[in-house]
């Protein structure tokens, strides 16, 4: 393949990159002996003179070498292409300094005169790569996962911590001990993965402080003598362990992964007694464990306890004495009360507490204690997260986290929302879901970077009025709202008619609506004015939708966005436009839509509809 791309004449460089011992070399010495085939060269002066006679140049008279690469090198600027076959290790990548070049070198020429078999030489090269990543925390931070709650990456908050993150997986793929994972073809920077050879390296470096058994069929863990006193870290993810009734003695253990078994179901009070350097607890996804050890109590290093998706886990130990926690993920699982001491974790960065069904109101003053919040998650029944009417008041707890980047919670009326997204907090957040209404259906996690706003189960919609001062979300649901006909609220957007606070509209980007069964039509053209940001427009399975924009003459004015005169709808930002399953539809618009952004058109399963308006740019 390199051979082709050297004569084909589009390709003007050529580069091989890939991590160490994969081949690189062999195949430019392959390329390179294809090259010179002919050639029988035993020195570099024959060498010299045979690509010299190869451009007219006679060098055979000439002694120093020097010379003759000076003459060779006129030579070769005054041709048009040229091959250079060049190898080197994509550890040394970016480096200009001599000193390491030279170490490298010496390096590289006593890893040459060992002999090795081949499993020994790959890993020699794979090591070489390691060792010359430019720190210990790059080196540690390619060995372990959770970096932030282990403590291999410390900043002032989430954000940073999480752009430090992303710097040294840069690094990592730059040295090519991590790569990118492609989907469908294409290469996605947001994943990376380990290749075999990689992970078989790194638990070769790590096989006297790490114990790594995970995805193996396992069906009890180790004895207690092959786990040690100096392990650091220990991972059985995904094994078929039911039980663990052993006491090993881990005096320096600072991370333990039991998650994903999904068939554990006990796990005995001594297992951790002797773990007390335990930094993270992660027992995700355990859905048959009812029970945590209530030597968890004692783990007063403890930095992460992770217990997601134990969905059968009813119970969590006291926490008083954990006051060094930072993360705590109870979401998921069947626990009906807070942890006992949960007021004591005032280091505390990430609560999670979605989708879990609380008995009692969450106690007030609780999050005020928090004070260190950075990401807060309440996706649990709306009428047990506060007591309406008590001081001091909720949205006072949730303003008084200055920390607070994510939050995820719900709201009993419109009055607390307006009182929350009034004041200055919601401008500091990067990522939010928020919620209005007593029948709240929690999402089950938050995205990074969203901005949501839900409202459900109100019995008068017009108290939307009540609103105020609207924050900028990029995403809006309306479900179980039903007081007023479907027909007179088809949309996030036709719900306002005839109210006079239409600024929440002024930012939606995406529109998306399904399963209506009443909706005649999901935009009136004279409200067009409110959606001008509008990218997205996906509409699916509304079977008595007539038309996509409806005429609404009596409320049109001058200032409208729609020229009755022109029959013409303006869309400046408008993107995609989906339309499927909509068995009644006839017209999409009676006139000419201006859509200067259109990138995308589907309309599928629509019988119906026989002709598309006339899209154009705006002149």
Known sequence: MVLQWIVNDNIGTIGIHGMGGVGKTTILKHVYNQLLAEGNYVNVRKLQCDIGNAFGLNLSR??????????????LERRKRVVIVLTTCAAMRGNRDIVDWTVALNDLKDFNNRIMDMEDIVFEHLRFSYERLANKRLRNCFLVDFWIMDGLIKESNRQDELHQGQFIL????????????????????????????????????????????????LTGLPTEIEWGENLERASFMKTDTKKVLISPICSNLSTFFLRSNTVLNCITHNFLVSMQCLRVLDLKGNSALKWTPDSISDLVNLHALRLSKC???????????????RTLEL????????????????????????????????????????????????GINVDKLYVVGRCPSFVEELLSLKELESLHTAFHCLFDYASFVGSAKPNGLKGFFLAIGEDFSPCSSLIQNSECLEMSGFTDLRSINKLGQVIEFRECRIDRCNTIELRDCPNIYTIFKGFPNISLLSCLK???ISGRDNLKNVILSSRLEQLQNLEEILVFNCDELQELIGRDEDEMGEGSRTNVTTNLVVLPRLKILLLDMLVGVKCIWRGIMVCDSLQRVEVARCPELKVLPLLKGEE
């Not at 947001?190 to 995970?214: E, G, P, W, Y």
């Not at 626990?335 to 009692?360: A, D, Q, W």
């Open 510 to 512: 995406k529109l998306q």
């Open 62 to 75: 000439e002694k120093d070498i020097l010379e003759r690469s000076r003459l060779l090198l006129q030579a």
């Open 170 to 217: 840069k690094k990592l793929k730059d040295h090519c001990l991590l790569e990118s994972v492609n989907s469908d073809h294409v290469e996605d920077d947001d994943m990376v993965k380990m290749h075999d050879l990689i992970r078989d390296m790194a638990l070769q470096i790590t096989n006297k402080s790490f114990m790594v058994k995970a995805g193996v069929l």
């Open 311 to 325: 969905r059968r886990l009813e119970r969590v130990p006291s926490l008083a004495k954990l006051v060094l926690l």
């Open 331 to 378: 979401d998921r699982t069947a626990t009906h009360v807070l942890p006992e001491g949960t007021e004591f974790l005032v280091n505390l960065r990430c609560l999670n507490l979605n989708s879990i069904r609380l008995r009692e109101t969450i106690p007030m003053g609780l999050i005020l204690k928090l004070s260190a919040l950075q990401e807060l998650y309440l």
